[in-house]
T-cell receptor, first 114, second 115 residues
Framework: DTAVSQTPKYLVTQMGNDKSIKCEQN?????MYWYKQDSKKFLKIMFS???????INETVPNRFSPKSPDKAHLNLHINSLELGDSAVYFC?????????????FGPGTRLLVL | AQSVTQLDSQVPVFEEAPVELRCNYS??????LFWYVQYPNQGLQLLLK??????LVKGINGFEAEFNKSQTSFHLRKPSVHISDTAEYFC?????????????FGQGTRLTINP
């Protein structure tokens, strides 16, 4: 069983389109995250949710809107896609939001905006 | 704000040779440090973490890291590498933002194992 899963794995789309990425975790964790990894492999947190509540929003453009329907799911919707949105997006989860926790990552969604 | 610097972007080594991947951090508070590994086309997985106590931390796949407070370092080592260790390695420091964990990652070090 995959602990943290993401769909789709690959996403190729045109500028200006709207797209969504879905994430599900079956670990029973209460905290979920979205990260963006750019072409140079730099990894940066975008959002963090705890028990469906947004906790961290790291100066991400308003075109990105996360939604957490329940503790096991955290989706990412992106409006009006731009070339600079091309990246690998990782979902992660952890139990609790404490500083000592281990985050479990999904396999990533590779987004290419043309 | 806390930060992490990985001093080497790429490290090539021969199989069965020892390796050290360097990581320095800056933090003004209690520090929690992590090493994650990313195999090609996969997500990240935890290798090891330092929370407190013994400064030598052992992780999975034969890796270990030493926390050095005076040098603000957390270098990762393995005495003998295998082809399967080829991956990107990320050092990270954990901080709390509004009660939630925020991992701040270094730039990553690509470890390439040559036969």
């Amino acid at each position: 069983d995959t602990a943290v899963s993401q769909t789709p794995k690959y996403l190729v789309t045109q500028m200006g389109n709207d797209k969504s990425i879905k994430c599900e975790q079956n670990l029973g964790h209460d905290t979920m995250y979205w990260y963006k990894q750019d072409s140079k492999k730099f990894l940066k947190i975008m959002f963090s949710y705890n028990n469906k509540e947004l906790i961290i929003n790291e100066t991400v453009p308003n075109r990105f809107s996360p939604k957490s329907p329940d503790k096991a799911h955290l989706n990412l919707h992106i409006n009006s896609l731009e070339l600079g949105d091309s990246a690998v997006y990782f979902c992660a989860s952890s139990q609790g939001g404490g500083p000592q926790g281990t985050q479990y990552f999904g396999p990533g969604t590779r987004l290419l905006v043309l | 704000a806390q930060s992490v610097t990985q001093l080497d972007s790429q490290v090539p080594v021969f199989e069965e040779a020892p390796v050290e991947l360097r990581c320095n951090y800056s933090s003004s508070v209690s520090v929690y440090l992590f090493w994650y590994v990313q195999y090609p086309n996969q997500g990240l997985q935890l290798l090891l973490k330092y929370l407190s106590g013994s400064t030598l931390v052992k992780g999975i796949n034969g890796f270990e890291a030493e926390f050095n407070k005076s040098q603000t370092s957390f270098h990762l080592r393995k005495p003998s590498v295998h082809i399967s260790d080829t991956a990107e390695y990320f050092c990270a420091v954990s901080e709390i933002i509004q009660g939630a964990q925020k991992l701040v990652f270094g730039q990553g070090t690509r470890l390439t194992i040559n036969p």
